[in-house]
């Protein structure tokens, strides 16, 4: 059974940065795209980052480029985003997906798997 297990969300201050994390289990995830996506409180999910399988190539949302970095381990199967100078239009449950190719994919319709979410709140 393929599992996605997000975590690191919590409550920060307007500034401060985090660091999250997708643990992939039940097949390999190497060669596939993995996607970072959120949801603020009354709107709809949009996209964050996404990285290739290799890691070599990424892509970011307008809204995050210049502060959040994607990354992976495919010796752990996880995923990261790190996230700095946080602002408070960054509070949003954060998604971790996985798809079934090595492109760079930035629509949610592209990928099969997906984690349960992680709450991330920033306080202004």
């Known amino acids: 059974q393929v599992q996605l297990v997000e975590s690191g969300g919590e409550l920060v201050q307007a500034g401060d940065s985090l660091r999250l994390s997708c643990a992939a289990s039940?097949?390999?995830?190497?060669?596939?795209?993995m996607g970072w996506f959120r949801q603020a409180p009354g709107k709809g999910r949009e996209f964050v980052a996404t990285i290739v399988g290799s890691g070599v190539r990424t892509a970011y949302a307008d809204s995050v480029k210049g502060r959040f970095s994607i990354s992976r381990d495919n010796a752990k199967d996880t995923v990261y985003l790190q996230m700095n100078s946080l602002q408070p239009e960054d509070t949003a449950v954060y998604y971790c997906?996985?798809?079934?190719?090595?492109?760079?994919?930035?629509?949610?319709?592209?990928?099969?798997?997906w984690g349960q979410g992680t709450q991330v709140t920033v306080s202004s």
């Open positions: 997906a996985a798809a079934l190719y090595s492109i760079l994919l930035t629509d949610e319709a592209s990928y099969r798997y």
């Open positions: 039940g097949r390999t995830f190497s060669t596939s795209t």
